[in-house]
């Protein structure tokens, strides 16, 4: 330190008055007055030079011994000085029990190579952000500040905020979800679904990407045309699901669940990098930049017609699993005809910046119709009632495509698609894997626990399966349960039990389609 101040002050009186500098003395030796002083005699016990990787004076001193004489080798003999702190509590320490082996001063002994931090970086630091409502990161549509408006009660999914249901006055969630539900089965409901994952897949091999990536053939769709995907892992079960529209003939989009964004594309620059290098795909994540409105119900058509231009909404033109690109109140539009309440449905891709333009055109058109905005919950309803699976609620990491009742959408007839040497494994098609199956109680005013586990009869203690989903049925007036249940597809017509405490709930096996078995709703 002495060194150093001399140093500037003769610098900075070179600076103004070059003449007047005085001569400088000798270096000072750096260090000498901190080599440890020699232990007493009567020292006993171990004396501890690195707390992080308990190195002790033994030995550092047994490094010398060993012919360890650099600096260096006694840091990567001993691990002193290699701790997070990179040596600030034991570097001079063990630098001047060196010396003291070695008879030598401790500035012949040299430094070893410090790194950061040289600081500890404290957990305060580094959660102190991470403290109430900033705990986690908050994603919100562009529709957010017209649900809270609207009176919205959210729920988180993902990282989203999503409206749950929209009460009236002093609706309870179950009044408020019942009215939703009726209202999309009878007129029409607005969706806000600009959560759904969105990857643009382009390029002159986006189609044989696809087709080995799901389990669906892509090469053969039409554009113009919309594929339901199911997204395999290498192990053959479940991933992602969602709904694929061919923009061009090399160019896709693809959905993907709200919470699945990330993974499945991870998953696809992961296979296109490391197994197929050699196709001509680019992948982009676009789930900010597309806004989706789903409007669904009979009266669905007839609310956004006046509004789309450039696309035939005539179901001759535009039949269910159709994709088109036209435009609506003059914005771009990307327009899926498909439907996740087993109503006519369109979902709408406009890009974000003029959601709210496009939404407040079409919440308008719907007024006279009886148009509703309904939430996940309702949505959650709606979709049990026709059997569609939501993955991660009926799928738990161990279900295959036939489990779910989605065996006919694998293309067995491809050479190859991520998980499908994992399909034909025997374990895969054994007859007693849990199924997705259909339950109703005896009591129809009765909705079941989700996660509820299924026993053949109330004294049995072998679970058959679990509840996967569970409502009230406005639509059908009556309870209604999806379930995942060993042979279950066998089993259907069986009385199974649900024990709860107390006693056992009695319930029949049924499909798991309650509404409109034959689509004929969905292709109105």
């Known amino acids: 330190?002495?060194?150093?101040?001399?140093?500037?002050?003769?610098?900075?009186?070179?600076?103004?008055?070059?003449?007047?500098?005085?001569?400088?003395?000798?270096?000072?030796?750096l260090l000498t007055e901190v080599t440890p002083e020699p232990a007493p005699v009567a020292m006993n016990g171990r004396a501890f030079v690195d707390f992080q990787n308990d190195v002790t004076t033994k030995d550092v001193q047994l490094a010398v011994r060993e012919g360890f004489v650099s600096i260096e080798h006694v840091k990567r003999y001993t691990t002193t000085g290699m701790a997070t702190d990179q040596g600030k509590t034991s570097n001079i320490n063990a630098l001047g029990l060196v010396a003291q082996a070695r008879g030598t001063a401790l500035p012949q002994v040299g430094l070893t190579t410090f790194r950061m931090p040289y600081t500890p970086v404290t957990f305060?630091?580094?959660?102190?952000?991470?403290?109430?409502?900033?705990?986690?990161?908050?994603?919100?549509?562009?529709?957010?500040?017209?649900?809270m408006r609207m009176g919205a009660v959210f729920e988180d999914v993902s990282l989203?905020?999503?409206?749950?249901?929209?009460?009236?006055?002093?609706?309870?969630?179950?009044?408020?979800?019942?009215?939703?539900?009726?209202a999309v089965r009878t007129t029409a409901g607005i969706f806000d679904a600009s959560t759904l994952g969105k990857i643009e897949v382009a390029g002159p091999d986006?189609?044989?990407?696809?087709?080995?990536?799901?389990?669906?053939?892509?090469?053969?769709?039409?554009?113009?045309?919309?594929?339901?995907?199911?997204?395999?892992?290498?192990?053959?079960?479940?991933?992602?699901?969602?709904?694929?529209?061919?923009?061009?003939?090399?160019?896709?989009?693809?959905?993907?669940?709200?919470?699945?964004?990330?993974?499945?594309?991870?998953?696809?620059?992961?296979?296109?990098?490391?197994?197929?290098?050699?196709?001509?795909?680019?992948?982009?994540?676009?789930?900010?930049?597309?806004?989706?409105?789903?409007?669904?119900?009979?009266?669905?058509?007839?609310?956004?017609?006046?509004?789309?231009?450039?696309?035939?909404?005539?179901?001759?033109?535009?039949?269910?699993?159709?994709?088109?690109?036209?435009?609506?109140?003059?914005?771009?539009?990307?327009?899926?005809?498909?439907?996740?309440t087993g109503e006519l449905g369109f979902e709408l891709n406009v890009p974000a910046d003029y959601t709210q333009t496009v939404f407040d055109a079409v919440?308008?058109?719907?007024?006279?119709?009886?148009?509703?905005?309904?939430?996940?919950?309702?949505?959650?309803?709606?979709?049990?009632?026709?059997?569609?699976?939501?993955?991660?609620?009926?799928?738990?990491?161990?279900?295959?495509?036939?489990?779910?009742?989605?065996?006919?959408?694998?293309?067995?007839?491809?050479?190859?698609?991520?998980?499908?040497?994992?399909l034909a494994r025997a374990s895969m098609k054994d007859p007693l894997r849990k199924q997705l199956v259909g339950l109703l109680t005896e009591d129809p005013r009765l909705v079941l626990e989700e996660g509820a586990?299924?026993?053949?009869?109330?004294?049995?203690?072998?679970?058959?399966?679990?509840?996967?989903s569970s409502y009230q049925s406005a639509t059908l007036d009556r309870s209604i349960a999806l379930a995942m249940v060993a042979g279950g597809r066998a089993r259907i017509g069986e009385t199974l039990h649900v024990p709860i405490p107390g006693r056992a709930i009695a319930v029949r096996m049924a499909a798991p389609v309650f509404y409109d078995s034959a689509g004929e709703r969905l292709n109105g």
């Open 1 to 29: 330190m002495q060194d150093g101040h001399e140093a500037g002050t003769i610098a900075a009186m070179r600076a103004v008055q070059p003449s007047s500098v005085p001569p400088r003395r000798t270096k000072l030796p």
């Open 363 to 422: 919440w308008a058109r719907g007024a006279t119709f009886g148009l509703v905005p309904y939430g996940t919950e309702t949505m959650h309803v709606l979709r049990a009632e026709k059997g569609y699976i939501i993955v991660g609620q009926e799928t738990d990491g161990t279900a295959t495509p036939d489990d779910v009742g989605l065996g006919s959408a694998v293309n067995t007839k491809k050479p190859d698609f991520v998980g499908k040497r994992s």
């Open 160 to 182: 989203w905020k999503r409206a749950r249901y929209f009460p009236n006055s002093s609706e309870t969630m179950a009044q408020a979800v019942a009215r939703e539900c009726r």
């Open 453 to 468: 586990q299924i026993v053949a009869d109330p004294s049995s203690r072998k679970s058959l399966g679990h509840v996967t």
């Open 206 to 340: 986006a189609a044989l990407f696809l087709e080995r990536i799901y389990v669906n053939g892509f090469q053969k769709l039409a554009p113009g045309r919309a594929r339901y995907g199911l997204l395999l892992g290498e192990d053959g079960f479940i991933r992602d699901d969602g709904v694929i529209g061919r923009v061009s003939e090399q160019k896709f989009h693809v959905t993907t669940t709200t919470g699945g964004a990330p993974r499945v594309l991870a998953m696809m620059e992961d296979f296109l990098q490391t197994e197929w290098p050699d196709l001509r795909v680019w992948l982009t994540s676009t789930t900010e930049e597309w806004a989706v409105i789903a409007v669904q119900g009979p009266c669905a058509r007839d609310i956004i017609s006046p509004l789309v231009e450039g696309i035939d909404l005539s179901p001759a033109r535009l039949p269910h699993m159709s994709f088109a690109i036209g435009r609506i109140c003059g914005v771009p539009l990307r327009l899926f005809r498909v439907s996740f």
């Open 124 to 147: 305060g630091a580094l959660a102190g952000p991470a403290r109430g409502a900033l705990f986690d990161p908050v994603r919100k549509t562009p529709l957010h500040d017209w649900a």
